[in-house]
């Protein structure tokens, strides 16, 4: 019988450090401490906290964004103990995903307190990670991906221009940009839920300034030429000079046609400010 009780007493212990290990393995979390470091704690959200959605990275593993007890919100790849925190974020949703070139680009809007519509810019390479931190506190932004997935671009109205950021090869880019045809900055809302225009559809160029093509203005018509006099010596002469005089018409009465007409102009040629992002290596 004391043999039973201590083989008994042996597996209970086995099993409740098994248990134990289970949680420390998956409710511990890595987060930065604002030196340069990091944090070893229990990862509450993961443990007591709610998951809020769920998205799928390139390479097939998965994120998730919580909310823990205490209303913080963070997001957690399920292979990785470092999270990616959303510190000052009341309330947050993944608003888009896409995948750009080699990384998969998430959008999660978010409101602060004074604020609106802020929004994280998370480009994930399986753990690495780079952060921005854009908006303007009262806007949506537009979001479109280039035809050939290696852009993306994150359109803000600003007056009579846009405020465009620019998601390519591991950058962001800040530059401002005419307005396409048919988009209003006064818009409201300016994008929906999906941080798709809410207005006509717009044909974009990827990485033009503004996306537009100017086609130019119908030729005049010329005023007829005055008949000559049957019989007369001139009657021959206008008639010789006839194609080259018509030939020349519209390069005098029409403007110079836009070089950038006839192909779209080269990407990244407007000004363009590099922001800065925060680099996260989920596996330290």
């Known amino acids: 019988m004391t043999t039973y009780k201590n083989f008994a007493s042996a597996h209970w212990r086995k099993l409740v450090m098994g248990v134990a290990a289970g949680v420390l393995l998956t ?37 998730t964004l ?17 999270v990616v925190p959303l510190a000052n974020a009341v309330t947050a949703r993944v608003a888009r995903v896409e995948n750009v070139g080699e990384r998969t680009v998430v959008i999660v809007e978010t ?9 994280e810019v998370l480009a994930f390479q399986g753990t690495d990670v780079l952060q921005w931190t854009v908006g303007n506190c009262k806007d949506r932004p537009r979001v479109e991906l280039a035809a050939d997935a290696k852009s993306l671009n994150i359109d803000f109205p600003n007056y009579n221009r846009l405020l465009r ?19 209003d900055t006064r818009a409201q809302p300016f994008a929906d839920d999906a941080l798709r225009g809410t207005g006509p559809a717009i044909a974009t160029l990827p990485g033009s300034d503004s996306g537009r093509v100017i086609p130019a203005p119908p030729a005049p018509a010329s005023a007829p030429a005055a008949a000559p006099k ?6 021959a002469k206008p008639r010789r000079q006839e194609t080259p005089a018509r030939a020349a018409a519209p390069a005098i009465s029409l403007p110079a046609p ?19 992002p925060v680099v996260i290596d989920l596996r330290k």
């Open 230 to 235: 049957a019989g007369s010596r001139a009657s």
């Open 66 to 82: 919580r909310k823990d007890p205490q209303g913080k919100y963070s997001i957690k790849l399920s292979q990785a103990f470092r």
């Open 258 to 276: 836009r070089s950038a007409a006839a192909a779209p102009a080269a990407p990244m040629i407007f000004q363009a400010e590099e922001i800065k």
């Open 111 to 119: 409101q602060e307190r004074g604020c609106a519509y802020r929004y």
């Open 165 to 183: 950021m620019i998601y390519t090869d591991n950058r962001l880019l800040n530059a401002s940009v005419a307005v396409p045809p048919g988009v």
């Open 27 to 63: 409710g511990c979390a890595m987060t930065p401490n604002g030196r340069g470091g990091v944090m070893m704690g229990l990862d509450t959200a993961e443990l007591f906290g709610t998951p809020l959605s769920t998205f799928r990275l390139r390479d097939g593993t998965e994120g």
